[in-house]
């Protein structure tokens, strides 16, 4: 298993840390950001395919900002590929 953190750009969370194993998704961690929201987007991606989360998540937009920390995950798990 291989750990990875990324440093976010354009939105309230500043890093977000994960693991990745065989490409399944694992202890998404955001650091700062919206408490609910990044409690229920790690829930949801948990054990899932990095290849599968990756276009659900890519584009998301918060508010009138051109990226989410959704979107920021996914340019992550795009790097750690």
Known sequence: MAHFTYKTKGTCSSQIDFDLEDGVIHNVVFRGGCHG???AIPA??????????????????CG???TSCADQLS???????
């Not at 948990?46 to 890519?58: L, M, T, W």
């Not at 340019?75 to 590929?81: C, M």
Request: proline fraction near 3%.
């Open 37 to 39: 929201n990044l409690q």
């Open 44 to 61: 949801l991606i948990e054990g899932a395919r990095a290849e599968d989360v990756i276009p659900k998540i890519s584009g998301i937009r």
């Open 64 to 66: 009138f900002r051109n």
């Open 75 to 81: 340019k992550a798990l795009q790097e750690a590929l």
